[in-house]
């Protein structure tokens, strides 16, 4: 199950997110989302855990309590919702006869 974690302090390392999750079983993963340009934390991450049981515990149990200074928000992991990017859908794409090409 993939694992949302928020409002994480900005000195959280992967590290931390691990530790504090494994005390409820297995973790495959733990990652802190960076800013792509500076590099910097963003306050948030994700914890990937095989297992339904031990990730629905670890949510239950870690979901308000502190790290480093801060009370996470942990939850399970939604979709990212589509942004569009398909015709019809609000987003870019599909031919405009607008603009130098194609109009003669």
Same mark, same amino acid.
């Given at each position: 199950m993939n694992i949302y974690v928020g409002n994480l302090s900005f000195d959280v390392k992967e590290e931390n997110l691990?530790?504090? #999750?494994? %005390? #409820? +079983?297995? =973790?495959d993963s733990a990652t802190i989302v960076r800013d792509k340009y500076s590099g910097q934390p963003r306050g948030f991450g994700f914890v990937e855990m095989p297992d339904q049981n031990e990730a629905r515990t670890a949510i239950a149990n870690l979901n308000g309590k502190e790290l480093l200074g801060r009370?996470? *928000? =942990?939850?399970? %992991? @939604?979709? @990212?919702? *589509? @942004? +569009? +990017?398909s015709p019809g859908q609000g987003? @870019? +794409?599909?031919?405009?006869n607008q603009g130098g090409r194609g109009r003669y």
């Open positions: 691990q530790t504090a #999750f494994e %005390a #409820f +079983g297995k =973790v009370q996470m *928000n =942990v939850n399970e %992991a @939604r979709p @990212r919702p *589509n @942004r +569009g +990017g987003g @870019r +794409g599909g031919r405009s």
